[in-house]
């Protein structure tokens, strides 16, 4: 290798750093090289920065210079490496004369086969006994090759198409197909696990050895069609159209009790959900949590209930249930109810929706949009409740979009049936009831510092007492006096309340995000050979959730009541009867005393 010498050098005295000025390093020189530095010395090259700075492996020992002439010189480690490197590469191949150079492989496992792939080393082939080539993929073993033929373990021939062939010979393999066809007889699988076409029909069976119908499914295609018994015996007519049926145990496809079409899910008679039986006898629940299925259907009454029920136990007693009901010969009538139990007995119904979507709690003849009705002496129809104790806002708000007037309440009390009325509050404010009566609690064990009242008679007479219109109504003359005149005069008779409106603002909400699961890793079953020995165990299926729907915000409008900061006084204008009162018994002094005067004037 010829020196390297382009370019010229600076170096300080007591320095290992060397800059170059026309120099290319980092393609002509090497770590290990010597440097002939302008002292005619060797040093060492420890490090290449760049094309123009080396560090030196020691300090220069001569004076600083700047723009001299250097020479690199090479090492002969090069050489010694090279055949380093050659007899380690020799080294690590030596076995592959003895295996993979005269084309044998190691047997491998089913999670690490003798042949794989550098990027996925749990697929390939493995020798998983005498005369047996295993194929796996992810660690599963998907097919097997043996004296005795080809057997598919798991997995399917999707989009095969097989005519007139038996796979595996006296030894069908298990699978599926996407698509198959066949001008005689096909069969896969053994004994009473099979997959077989003849005569235009496919079928698969799944019959334990001992003849149990648990567990056992059955399908059968034939033509556009394709039923499924379920838990029950094959046989029966099959239906014509693109329908799947699950039947009941040792029921035929014409007891299905479960159809899926291409858009639905119907179910004649119940279905349930319930927890395994954990007892002796099989078949008897323990405790079902769900059953969904129709209810009577009463040629008398008309009456046809889809029903959900919940909460049985082991005697069949229903927990709760929730009933859609429609007439059958009135056909519009339906209602939504609802219905618990508080002890032994079937559930009572305690609320329903009807078909105008009136809600009635505690009635069935349900006449508003929410009708409660009481049944005990101490039941309370309605109670609104706040648990706040700075509560601040409406516990009852009465609104209406008509005008006011007495054509409409705001309440409305009765008794005796509703025959009598006892209260109406009116669409304007007026107050009436069947008494006249109103009080307010006097008790003397209520009150304290009770001490007679100052005269109220000269203050009274100077209350201006004032007929008026209120702007809301114009039509209706009223009297009374002005709130901020009697102020001056019985500043405690005055109460104010804050104004308020109603503002429509907007805000944003958080919308979040939708997840659905999604199969990233498929099961499968156990698999025996044909002497019953387990070579693969069974794989449950993997599962993750995946974002359908990326969280996000909304613009959301709503509706809010703000101060105005101005307020509305009113007056206690029941507080002038006591007033009142007491105004007679100042002026009733004042005639008793007059009448005296008089009196005496005239016997004088």
């Not at 210079?65 to 090279?82: E, F, H, K, T």
């Not at 009454?301 to 005697?315: D, L, P, R, V, Y």
């Not at 209602?335 to 105008?356: N, Q």
């Amino acid at each position: 290798m010829a020196w390297y010498k382009t370019g010229s050098i600076a170096l300080t005295n007591g320095s290992t750093a060397v800059t170059g000025s026309g120099t290319a390093w980092i393609a002509n020189a090497g770590i290990g090289e010597a440097l002939l530095a302008p002292d005619g010395k060797l040093y060492e090259i420890a490090n290449i920065a760049s094309d123009t700075s080396i560090t030196l492996g020691s300090n220069y020992l001569g004076a600083t210079q700047y723009a001299q002439a250097y020479v690199i010189v090479p090492s002969q480690s090069y050489i010694r490496d090279l055949a380093s490197q050659a007899a380690t590469l020799v080294n690590s191949y030596s076995t592959l004369n003895s295996t993979v150079g005269q084309g044998r492989f190691s047997d491998g496992a089913l999670a690490t086969p003798g042949i794989s792939f550098s990027g996925d080393q749990d697929t390939g082939l493995f020798r998983s006994a005498a005369n047996e080539v295993t194929l796996v993929a992810n660690g599963v073993a998907i097919a097997k090759w043996s004296p005795t033929g080809f057997a598919l373990l798991s997995g399917g021939l999707d989009g095969g198409t097989i005519d007139g062939t038996v796979i595996g010979g006296t030894t069908p393999a298990a699978g599926s197909f996407t698509t198959l066809s066949s001008t005689g007889v096909f069969s896969v699988g053994t004994g009473n696990r099979t997959l077989s076409y003849s005569g235009g029909s496919a079928k698969i069976k799944n019959v334990p050895a001992d003849g149990a119908w648990a567990n056992f499914y059955s399908f059968e295609a034939a033509s556009s069609a394709l039923s499924l018994g379920a838990f029950g015996a094959y046989g029966g007519t099959k239906d014509t159209s693109d329908y799947v049926y699950i039947a009941a145990q040792d029921q035929d496809y014409s007891s299905s009790t479960v159809k899926v079409t291409s858009n639905s899910l119907s179910v004649t008679g119940t279905l349930y959900a319930y927890t395994p039986y954990s007892g002796a006898t099989p078949g008897v629940k323990d405790y079902t949590q769900l059953v969904i299925g129709s209810g009577n259907n009463d040629t008398t009454g008309g009456t046809e209930s889809s029903i959900i029920k919940a909460a049985f136990n082991t005697g069949g007693e229903i927990g709760a249930y929730i009933a859609a009901k429609y007439n059958l010969f009135a056909g519009s009538t339906t209602s939504l109810t609802f219905a618990t139990r508080a002890g032994p007995g079937d559930p009572v119904e305690r609320m329903r929706i009807d078909y105008a979507g009136n809600v009635g709690i505690g009635t069935t003849a349900v006449s508003a949009k929410i009708h409660t009705k009481t049944v005990g002496t101490t039941d309370t129809a309605l109670l609104v409740q706040s648990a706040n104790a700075s509560f601040g806002g409406l516990q009852v708000y009465s609104t209406s979009q008509a005008a006011a007037g007495t054509s409409w309440y705001h309440f409305y009390g009765t008794s005796s049936g509703g025959a009598v009325e006892d209260i109406k509050i009116y669409g304007n404010g007026n107050i009436t009831n069947a008494n006249n009566s109103y009080g307010a609690l006097s008790d003397l064990k209520l009150k304290q510092d009770v001490v007679g009242c100052t005269p109220k008679l000269d203050k009274l007479n100077q209350v201006r007492v004032v007929n008026y219109r209120l702007k809301s109504d114009p039509d209706h003359k009223q009297l009374g006096v002005i709130a901020q005149e009697l102020e001056q005069i019985f500043p405690g008779m005055i109460e104010e309340s804050p104004d308020y409106i109603e503002v429509k603002k907007t805000r944003i909400v958080d919308v979040p995000a939708v997840f659905e699961d999604r199969i990233i890793s498929d099961g499968s079953d156990e698999i025996v050979d044909e002497d019953g020995n387990v070579i693969q165990e069974a794989v449950d299926v993997v599962t993750e959730q995946v974002e359908v729907t990326p969280a996000t915000t909304r613009e959301e409008e709503y509706t809010e009541r703000e101060a105005t900061g101005e307020f509305t006084k009113s007056v206690k204008y029941s507080v002038f009867v006591p007033m009142l009162i007491k105004a007679i018994q100042e002026q009733s002094a004042i005639i008793t005393a007059m009448e005296a005067r008089l009196a005496a004037l005239e016997a004088a």
